[in-house]
């Protein structure tokens, strides 16, 4: 076939990842510049009452979400420990903060759908 037919299909496909790339970075600025203007000290104090227990934290673009047991709640991180290991995460980009649920039990569920 010709060339010339793959060029348009190569530089769509191309457009198309460009912008879904370019529109994380644009939250992720918008939540930066907020930070900016004012404290998140709404989210610290939520997050502190957190402490010690076992949580589930979702990221703004919700395809990241953190399991563990919160340590420690600073003004700009959490310090989630799970399995020995120490994550920080940032929290200007924490959405959820939730307790990890539990069976009637007490037993923890093994699948967790939001």
């Not at 000290?41 to 076992?54: D, N, P, Q």
């Not at 340590?71 to 903060?97: H, M, P, Q």
């Amino acid at each position: 076939m010709n060339p010339s037919f793959y060029i348009p299909i190569v530089v769509l496909w191309i457009l198309i990842f460009l912008l879904y790339r370019n529109r994380k970075a644009i939250v992720a600025r918008k939540i930066i510049q907020k930070r900016n203007v004012k404290e998140n000290t709404e989210m610290v104090e939520l997050a502190k009452k957190f402490i010690g227990k076992e949580c589930l934290i979702s990221a703004f673009d919700s395809s990241h979400q953190f399991e563990g047991v919160i340590k420690e709640v600073t003004d700009g991180a959490i310090l989630l420990e799970k399995n020995g290991t120490v994550e920080a995460i940032n929290l200007d980009f924490v959405i959820r903060i939730r307790e990890y649920p539990r069976k009637k039990n007490g037993k923890k569920k093994s699948v967790v759908l939001d």
